[in-house]
């Protein structure tokens, strides 16, 4: 029963597509057709993602992890956020385990909200699109106002928000 209610979104998710489906069929199979494409790209990206986090689980050790991206870690810990946001590509839900993997290896919660950030707002193939698309002057302006404002949101999750927290519903201790 547990499990069941663990799905219980998805449950009322398809249960709302079902009868939006009855109710205008055209509509209904269309939204179908857009949720089956979506998971099945989620599917093509997500174990790429998967392995290499697996990779950073067993090569980085949790203490040098620590001192580069942990609460004490000041610069360091700004810098390889913004290192590890800039270099991505895709979409934000393949950053969420390596989020938590980050969490779980002892980042501070403020490098790692300002990694998500980063990731929306400053990877590396929207700074190209932004640049030829909108010019120097929005891209920079975009860019700076928004890890400013990913940093300040990260210095207000790490005040407000307990790690273990965040990764109770994980199945393994929080210490790796």
């Not at 069941?4 to 398809?14: C, P």
């Not at 099945?40 to 997500?46: I, K, R, T, V």
Request: glycine fraction near 8%.
């Amino acid at each position: 029963m547990n499990e069941l209610k663990k799905y219980r979104f998805f449950f009322i998710l398809l249960f709302g597509l079902i009868i939006l489906t009855l109710i205008n069929q055209s509509l209904g199979w269309k939204a179908f057709e857009l949720t089956g494409n979506s998971i099945l790209n989620m599917l093509f990206l997500l174990p790429p993602v998967l392995i290499f986090v697996g990779l950073l689980d067993k090569w980085v050790e949790k203490e040098t992890l620590i001192k580069y991206m942990g609460k004490k870690s000041g610069i360091y810990g700004i810098l390889f956020s913004l290192l590890l946001g800039v270099i991505a590509a895709g979409p934000l839900y393949l950053a969420f385990p390596i989020a938590v993997l980050l969490l779980k290896k002892g980042a501070s919660i403020r490098n790692v909200v300002f990694f998500l950030g980063v990731w929306t707002t400053a990877k590396l193939p929207v700074v190209v699109y932004e640049f030829v698309s909108f010019g120097v002057k929005f891209t920079l302006i975009h860019i700076c106002f928004g890890l400013v404002f990913y940093y300040l949101m990260g210095i207000v999750f790490e005040k407000f928000y307990d790690k273990r927290l965040w990764l109770k519903y994980d199945n393994e201790d929080i210490s790796i």
